[in-house]
């Protein structure tokens, strides 16, 4: 990581920086359920992006350990909700946190990008999230993304602990670029954006087959709603020639307009005011995802603005991932083999292969006639329903002709008809495994 830009953000010469910086080090937690990466400095991170991918069936996201990554609502690669970069030496941000002193003016963000903070960060990647730990400026912060077990959004809680003995002023800003598509410059004219409720909407009417969905971002807050400023606007946010390390509005600690509808840079930013009494926790949620209309998305904000919904459905994912990994435990020769397979790599296969089928890498979106009946296999063990879901929709892509779509996007099943000899073996092997 040497020449990496990452270095450079900091302020500072990259190689000087690099050869200051104590070295990351990354380790799995006493229990195996977690992979842990201690970042001593915002520049001693590892020399490529290490990712977690998390999903239900219908959303997921992707997050490094610097915060970055990328959200999906339907298909990973055809309706991404912010830009997916693939970008392994900037490792670019096209969602970000970020706090500012109101009294100081300093601006930092509580993951290790793209503002680091002064001293140490902890990342840490688990089953169905992923969570980093900063302390700074006097404060403690924690933020924890995850999915729930089935509704269309993105949950990301951020914690906030005064520990000091004067109470804080301090201003919480979320930032999401706005995609509704593949490409952010293909999709952005299209994007119109409207506001309501400390949320916003957003629809792109030239998304095709998922132009009807409606995607949303709100604020799960103690604060007044009247006290909570968005913009859809990226200009204003960043400011002109501006970027996610240099938000010239969150720099300058100016307000956010309101302002939404076409013709902007699409995204879903939002300033969310804490007064934080010594010894207090402040916490705030950010959602994001998209619902069938406008009704769903303003019932999953209401579901998740109840008083401990959040941690409800925290609880509910984590016992999920729990009960089912757990199904199949192996005891051999080598703890380093028990700790992959109890977990890690039948989690992997359901989170990213079966529901995401996407990576930091590869942003696929389409279903494998080969590659998800291989994933599925793996699964007839833990949750053998799934498996058989798997060979169902498999057999449903095949032609009187004798052959079948190789690959195909949900959820018009757009795809490529071939007669690939492994694609025509793999269904009856695994319908016969079942």
Known sequence: ASDSPRSARAGRDPVTAAADAPAFSGRF??????????????????????????????VGFIATESGAGYTWSANSRE????????????????????????????????????????????????????????????????VLAFVPRHDPVKVVRVRVTNRGD??????????????????PWETAPSVETRAGDAAIHATNARAGEFAPLVAFAAVVADAPHDAVQLTADRAELLGRHGSAERPAAILAGAPLSGRTGAGLDPCAAFRVPLEIAPGATAECAFLLGQAESDAEARSVVRRYRQPGAVDAALDVVTAFWRDLLGGVRIETPSPALDLMVNGWLSYQNLSCRVWGRSAYYQSGGAYGFRDQLQDSSA????APELTRQQIVLHAAHQFVEGDVLHWWHPPLSKGMRTRFADDLLWLPLIASYY
């Open 29 to 58: 937690a006493g229990d195996g359920t977690e992979y842990v990466l201690d970042l001593p400095v915002a520049a001693s991170r590892p020399p490529l992006p290490w990712a977690n991918v998390v999903a239900n069936e219908r």
């Open 79 to 142: 309706n991404r909700l912010t830009p997916w970069s693939n970008d392994p030496v900037s490792d670019p941000h096209g969602e970000a946190l970020y706090l500012r002193d109101d009294e100081t003016g300093a601006v930092w963000s509580p993951t290790p990008g793209p503002i680091p903070g002064p001293g140490a960060y902890e990342a840490r990647h688990g089953f169905g999230y992923s969570r980093w730990t900063h302390d700074s400026h006097g404060l403690a912060q924690e």
């Open 166 to 183: 004067r109470p804080r002023r301090v201003a919480l800003h979320s930032y999401a670029q706005l995609v509704l598509g593949v490409h």
């Open 379 to 382: 699964l007839v063990h833990l």
